[in-house]
C-alpha cells in the first residue's frame, strides 16, 4: 500500500494463450501461494492488467474456516451484484501485510469473465467466494479493501485482533 501502481485502473486483456500473459501467470501464482493468499490481482506485482486469480484445492491456513474456493484465473471480469443485501466481513490484503479490516460486501453476485485460454467463465456465487471475487475486482479498479472501510475502528494488526491465530506474519 502506498505504490502508486495500486491505484491506477488496469487495461482489458487484448489476447489470451499468450506467452506474456502464462508468464505473468506463474509469476502470480507463485506470489499468492508463497504468501498463502486467498487471490491476487496482476497490479499487485505492478502489471496494469485485468488478471486476478483466487482460490485454492485446499483450506487456506489465512482463512482456516472459510469454504473451499476453486482454483480460478479469472480476466476481464465483469460483476452484477444479485440483490441489495449486503455482509460483513473481515479481509486481509498480500498489499496490506499484517493487517485485517471489516468491509462490507455484496452477499450474492453474478461474475463473468475469461481464463487465460479465452473461455468463458460465469458463476453465481455467495458468500466468501463473492467476497474475494469483489476484493480481487476492487484491485483492478485502484481500490484497497481499506478505502471500503466505514468504520475505521474495525481495522487493526491481525495478531491483535486475532490473537494466537498465526495470522501475524502476513
Ligand atoms: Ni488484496
Redesign the pocket.
Known amino acids: 500500500m502506498g505504490d502508486p501502481r495500486l491505484l491506477r485502473p488496469s487495461e482489458r486483456v487484448p489476447a489470451f494463450d499468450t506467452p506474456e500473459l502464462h508468464a505473468l501467470l506463474a509469476d502470480m501464482q507463485d506470489t499468492m501461494t508463497s504468501l498463502d493468499g486467498a ?1 491476487l ?1 496482476a497490479p ?1 506485482i505492478g502489471e496494469p492488467w485485468r488478471v486476478v486469480i483466487f482460490g485454492t484445492d485446499a483450506p487456506n491456513p489465512r482463512y482456516p474456516d472459510a469454504e473451499i474456493v476453486p482454483r480460478t484465473v479469472l480476466i476481464n471480469p465483469e460483476i452484477t451484484p444479485l440483490g441489495a443485501e449486503l455482509e460483513d466481513g473481515w479481509e486481509g ?4 501485510p499484517g493487517m485485517r479490516g471489516l468491509v462490507s460486501r455484496y452477499r450474492q453476485l453474478r461474475y463473468r469473465g475469461v481464463d487465460q485460454h479465452g473461455r468463458t467463465i460465469e458463476r453465481q456465487v455467495s458468500g466468501f467466494h463473492a467476497r474475494v471475487v469483489q ?2 475486482v476492487d ?1 483492478l479498479d485502484g481500490i ?2 481499506p478505502m471500503r472501510m466505514t468504520d475505521m475502528s474495525q481495522f487493526g494488526f491481525a495478531e491483535e485482533l486475532f490473537p494466537g491465530q498465526g495470522l501475524e506474519d502476513d
Not at 490484503?93 to 496490506?96: A, D, G, M, P, R
Open positions: 487471490g490481482a499487485q490484503c498480500l498489499s496490506v476484493h480481487e484491485h484497497l479493501y
